[in-house]
Nanobody, 125 residues
Framework: QWQLEESGGGLVQPGGSLRLSCAAS????????IGWFRQAPGKEREGVSC????????IYADSVKGRFTISRDNAKNAVYLQMYFLKPEDTAVYYC??????????????????WGQGTQVTVSS
């Protein structure tokens, strides 16, 4: 059974950092681009970042550029999202998504096929 599982969320103060992980089970994700998305209460799911299968191409939403870094370790079958200088507006459930292609495209949910269950990130003092 193909499955993505996010972890690493939690409660953090403004200005703090967190590292999210996206682990794949039942398949290998080395041939796929992987994206991170988030969804705040009452809002649509929005794209945060994407990394190509080889890790050499990355894209970021303007709202997180310079604060978030996406990376992957294909040997561990995992993708990560390192988040720095967190703001209250970063509060959301964060999801990783699998793209059926090796390259990233627009950060749209339409471009991703399989999703994890999400991990909650709360930024609050």
């Amino acid at each position: 059974q193909w499955q993505l599982e996010e972890s690493g969320g939690g409660l953090v103060q403004p200005g703090g950092s967190l590292r999210l992980s996206c682990a794949a089970s039942g398949f290998t994700l080395r041939s796929n681009a992987i994206g991170w998305f988030r969804q705040a209460p009452g809002k649509e799911r929005e794209g945060v970042s994407c990394i190509s299968s080889g890790g050499n191409a990355k894209i970021y939403a303007d709202s997180v550029k310079g604060r978030f870094t996406i990376s992957r370790d294909n040997a561990k079958n995992a993708v990560y999202l390192q988040m720095y200088f967190l703001k209250p507006e970063d509060t959301a459930v964060y999801y990783c998504g699998l793209r059926s292609r090796s390259t990233c495209s627009q950060l749209s949910t339409d471009n991703f096929d399989t999703w994890g269950q999400g991990t909650q990130v709360t930024v609050s003092s």
